[in-house]
């Protein structure tokens, strides 16, 4: 089984900075991951997918890199909006999740 | 609009059953694959089970394998998930989606507790 490890599991952040999420994989999964956003109470909302491609309406401040192993999620100027949990999710061999990243305020 | 809309949860004593329903509406659902979604109160999320369009491939996560059936009709648009012998680690709020991660439904909890 592939598994999906997230780092940091927390973070304290001001409106306006930049923020770096870094997500990675136990074997290569090319580029075939997405990273959701999730607030409380809500079902998951996907960001990114395909490691790199932002879906449909969210804004382009958020950005997704890497393959391989090694991934990254960031938001060039943390809006009010984006206080919440990020998960990545590997899609190469069925489905797994890293452990969440919870963005705070700081 | 794509909706997903979960029922079937509630409270469960240890070794009990429920069926969890998703009703999908506002796309072709018999062309897309669909999943289950796990979340532990106050965790994170785990895959729990996905089926192919048709129906006829199914994929479970270890923890549930034997004890979970996944399935769909798609005459009547609905995806299941029959949860049997539940534990108390199963206790979660279930989420459907589709296998591309673009849509969710707002989850149904599922609580296992004598």
């Known amino acids: 089984d592939i598994q999906m490890t997230q780092s940091p599991s927390s973070l304290s952040a001001s409106v306006g900075d930049r923020v770096t999420i870094t997500c990675r994989a136990s074997?290569?999964?090319?580029?075939?991951l997405a990273w959701f956003q999730q607030k409380p109470g809500k079902a998951p909302k996907l960001l990114i997918f395909?490691?790199?491609t932002l879906e449909s309406g969210v804004p382009s401040r958020f950005s997704g890199s890497g393959s391989g192993t090694e991934f990254t999620l960031t938001i060039s100027s943390l809006q009010p909006d984006d206080f919440a949990t990020y998960y990545c999710?590997?899609?190469?061999?069925?489905?797994?999740f890293g452990q969440g990243t919870k963005v705070e305020i700081k | 609009e794509v909706q997903l809309l979960e029922s079937g949860g509630g409270l469960v004593r240890p070794g009990g059953a429920l069926r969890l329903s998703c009703a999908a509406s506002?796309?072709?659902?018999?062309?897309?694959?669909m999943s289950w979604v796990r979340q532990t109160p106050g965790k994170g999320l785990e895959w729990v089970s996905t089926?192919?369009?048709?129906?006829?491939?199914?994929y479970y996560a270890d923890s549930v394998k034997g004890r979970f059936t996944i399935s769909r009709d798609n005459s009547n648009n609905t995806l299941f998930l029959q949860t049997d012998n539940l534990r108390a680690e199963d206790t979660a709020t279930y989420y459907c989606?589709?296998?591309?991660?673009?849509?969710w439904g707002q989850g149904t909890l599922v609580a296992v507790s004598s």
């Open positions: 074997q290569n999964i090319l580029n075939w």
């Open positions: 506002g796309f072709p659902f018999p062309n897309y694959a």
């Open positions: 395909k490691a790199s």
């Open positions: 999710q590997q899609y190469k061999d069925l489905w797994a």
């Open positions: 989606s589709t296998v591309s991660g673009t849509n």
């Open positions: 089926i192919s369009g048709n129906g006829r491939s199914t």
